[in-house]
């Protein structure tokens, strides 16, 4: 007797996320071998759009796995569990992988990234209701010609933005002194942030 071999096919996110996990565009611009690092599936109601995977992300694949994502987390008062669960949470920065450092910090995110694979991300992010767009390159991509001059005013300004878009400074330490010299940002935005943030992991 023989059987009929059927052809079993992947649903378009699956070749999707296999396509990105593949991807070596900007191979020659990486301080390592390409890693893209995304967090990513068609139930999540919450994305998250950074900047890019840091060294500790890099080394470990897992991103936000820094002092970073440890604010992160805090100022959207969730714990790792909900964070990383994909159901829930999407994870898409403007460069999938780490870029590098330069004197400052880490260098920028690539640009190719968004151009390539966000557009396709977001056709299957269809349940998404609120975009967290953290730092200036993700704001700058996004809000285009409704983004203020600066990065403090995108986020003093946050309600203009909502309900799809929720601007955040970066998270990052080195950016104790702006949170200081802002203290409205924890008083005013973060129980905003929150509450929205909890009646979506909550729905």
Known sequence: MS????KTYRSDFDELKKSISECTHCRQHLPYPPRPIVQLHPNAKILVIGQAPGQKAHDSAIPWNDASGNNLRKWMGIEKEIFYDKNKIALMPMGFCYPGKNKSGD???????????????LQQLSSVKLTLLIGMYAQKHYLGQNAYNTL???VHHFNDFLPKYFPLVHPSPRNGIWLSKNTWFEKTAIPVLQKIIRTLIES
């Not at 059987?3 to 059927?6: D, L």
């Not at 260098?107 to 991300?121: D, G, M, N, S």
């Open 3 to 6: 059987f009929k071999k059927t």
């Open 107 to 121: 260098l920028p995110p690539r640009p190719e990234c968004a151009e390539l694979w966000h557009q396709k991300i």
């Open 152 to 154: 403090t005013e995108n």
